[in-house]
């Protein structure tokens, strides 16, 4: 492993890098989003993005948007090139927590404080398709299987793991 940069920001919540292009993606305290090139170590574009915390930011690579979540419950989804808001919608009843961008459908997962795992489609103008119940706590933590495209896992803090 080698250390690629090293900048002084705001307390971060959540970094995700780029799968094909030298950026990578913060979340702030502040509801601040940043893009950093990791090539030029210089800050790309900063995100205006809520008056609360953004707790996770995920790239969904192949429309060149990301998505973050708040503590204002709702998703913002951004062109990360011409700096455009997509499109903001209320995704739970509690803050986002965590998210997953599937790889072969157009699927943005959320889970939240709500202890609810929620499936948006993007070519349903970002309509919730499926909302999964099971936890009785806080969803801290999210993954899709790579070798199954129709599961994933969860992690809460009422102890389990689904």
Same mark, same amino acid.
């Given at each position: 492993?080698?250390?690629?940069?090293?900048?002084?920001?705001?307390?971060?919540?959540? +970094?995700?890098?780029?799968?094909?292009?030298?950026?990578?993606?913060?979340?702030?305290?502040?509801?601040?989003?940043?893009?950093?090139?990791?090539?030029?170590?210089?800050? +790309?574009?900063?995100?205006?993005?809520?008056?609360?915390?953004?707790?996770?930011?995920?790239?969904?690579?192949?429309?060149?948007?990301?998505?973050?979540?708040?503590?204002?419950?709702?998703?913002?989804?951004?062109?990360?090139?011409?700096?455009?808001?997509?499109?903001?919608?209320?995704?739970?009843?509690?803050?986002?927590?965590? &998210?997953?961008?599937?790889?072969?459908?157009?699927?943005?997962?959320?889970?939240?404080?709500?202890?609810?795992?929620?499936?948006?489609?993007?070519?349903?103008?970002?309509?919730? +398709?499926?909302?999964?119940?099971?936890?009785?706590?806080?969803? &801290?933590?999210?993954?899709?299987?790579?070798?199954?495209?129709?599961?994933?896992?969860?992690?809460?803090?009422?102890?389990?793991?689904?």
């Amino acid at each position: 492993l080698e250390q690629k940069m090293v900048a002084k920001t705001h307390r971060v919540k959540t +970094v995700e890098i780029h799968s094909k292009e030298p950026l990578v993606l913060c979340a702030h305290i502040t509801g601040q989003v940043t893009l950093w090139n990791y090539e030029t170590k210089q800050m +790309v574009k900063s995100f205006e993005i809520s008056q609360e915390a953004c707790r996770c930011a995920k790239f969904i690579n192949h429309l060149q948007f990301f998505a973050c979540g708040c503590d204002d419950f709702h998703v913002r989804i951004f062109n990360y090139n011409t700096m455009e808001k997509v499109v903001t919608f209320q995704a739970h009843d509690d803050y986002v927590r965590t &998210m997953a961008v599937h790889e072969q459908l157009p699927l943005l997962l959320t889970a939240g404080d709500d202890g609810l795992i929620k499936a948006w489609d993007w070519t349903r103008n970002w309509s919730c +398709v499926m909302v999964y119940e099971g936890h009785s706590n806080v969803v &801290m933590s999210m993954a899709l299987n790579p070798k199954d495209s129709l599961t994933f896992a969860t992690a809460s803090l009422d102890h389990t793991v689904r």
